[in-house]
Nanobody, 121 residues
Framework: QVRLVESGGGSVQSGGSLRLSCAAS????????MAWFRQAPGEEREWVAT???????NYAESVKGRFTISKDNAKNTLYLQMNSLKPDDTAMYYC???????????????WGQGTQVTVSS
């Protein structure tokens, strides 16, 4: 059974940093396209970053240069290092595993339950 569990969220002040983790079980992160999405209250789920099975990364313009996606295949864990956080980054953050590297939240795949990130000004 595939399971994704996020952790590492919390409350920080603007300019602060957080590192999110997503522990995967039931499949190998090396064989899936892994991604982070976020969703603020009243908003649609928004793509943040993707890391392909071969390691290539891609970022939304709003986080480029501030966030870094990475993974440890030996630990079957996905990470999102978030620096220079802004109040606009406040959202529930979700990790996703899909067979196709796509920015579309509606694509078929697996999702975690989410971890809340709150950035105060």
């Amino acid at each position: 059974q595939v399971r994704l569990v996020e952790s590492g969220g919390g409350s920080v002040q603007s300019g602060g940093s957080l590192r999110l983790s997503c522990a995967a079980s039931g499949y190998a992160t090396s064989s899936y396209c892994m991604a982070w999405f976020r969703q603020a209250p009243g908003e649609e789920r928004e793509w943040v970053a993707t890391i392909a099975p071969w390691g290539a990364t891609n970022y939304a313009e709003s986080v480029k240069g501030r966030f870094t996606i990475s993974k440890d295949n030996a630990k079957n864990t996905l990470y999102l290092q978030m620096n220079s956080l802004k109040p606009d980054d406040t959202a529930m953050y979700y990790c996703a595993a899909r067979r196709v590297c796509t920015v579309l939240a509606a694509a078929v795949g697996y999702w975690g339950q989410g971890t809340q990130v709150t950035v105060s000004s």
